[in-house]
């Protein structure tokens, strides 16, 4: 097994650019499995929920980059305040405010990516054109002084329609360059996950975030 994740992780990495992050999505896995790649070596990790990422950062390296991808709720932001290396999914103001709070308990600037929603499902996480620009607006007044605004995340439509994914990752793009040319040290553009990610990197994502592809199935039992 450890030679097979440590191959997936290389076939991955190979395929980003330059300043590119794969981000190793380790939700429901193991911390073991978890050491399996880190022993790779890989650095970057991704989880979705708070309690199993504070779990895990516990037991292993001091030196893993975590990576909080899924849906943060305000009341468990204090859990990784110390230590998360980037949040992805900043998708409405009171969890900004909340990070920032927290950060600054910390004495910590927290790196934050936007999360916008541009699949057409519902179920979908992100936000909306009218309260992106409200947030950046807010942002660019200062009101998040422990907070750095570094790039983008979206989620793309689950489908087979590949035109349509392309759409909604051109469509970040757009944004991502747009945010660029506003704020200075914008650097990640995070979109793409295993089914999706060779469209992502084709339309310029520079963070992918690979759980099945390199962990095999979750585990929904855990």
């Known amino acids: 097994m450890n030679n097979d994740i440590c191959s997936k992780i290389r076939f991955y990495?190979?395929?980003?650019?330059?300043?590119?992050?794969?981000?190793a999505v380790s939700k429901t896995k193991p911390a073991e499995m978890i050491r399996v790649a880190y022993d790779c070596p890989h650095r970057d990790f991704g989880e979705n929920k708070v309690q199993e990422m504070k779990a895990k950062h516990e037991v292993l390296p001091a030196d893993i980059r975590w990576h909080m991808i899924g849906h943060l709720q305000t009341n468990k932001v204090?859990?990784?305040?110390p230590f998360v290396w980037l949040v992805h999914s900043v998708d409405r103001e009171k969890i900004l405010r909340e990070i920032d709070k927290q950060a600054a308990k910390h004495?910590?600037?927290i790196p934050v990516l936007f999360q916008l929603?541009?699949?057409?499902?519902?179920?979908?996480?992100?936000l909306t054109?009218?309260?992106?620009e409200a947030l950046?607006?807010?942002y660019e007044e200062g009101r998040f002084p422990h907070v750095r605004l570094t790039g983008l995340m979206g989620m793309?439509?689950?489908?087979d329609d590949t035109e349509q994914i392309r759409r909604e990752f051109r469509g970040l793009r757009r944004k991502y360059e747009a945010l660029q040319n506003r704020f200075p040290g914008i650097r990640y553009l995070s979109m793409g996950m295993t089914g999706d990610y060779r469209l992502a990197l084709d339309e310029g994502?520079?963070?992918?975030?690979?759980g099945s592809g390199i962990f095999g199935a979750r585990d929904y039992g855990h």
């Open 205 to 210: 994502a520079n963070i992918i975030r690979i």
């Open 13 to 23: 990495r190979d395929q980003l650019p330059p300043e590119g992050i794969l981000v």
């Open 129 to 132: 054109e009218a309260d992106y």
């Open 78 to 81: 204090k859990y990784i305040a």
């Open 117 to 126: 929603k541009i699949a057409r499902e519902e179920t979908k996480f992100g």
């Open 136 to 138: 950046l607006d807010a």
């Open 156 to 159: 793309a439509s689950l489908t």
């Open 107 to 109: 004495g910590r600037v």
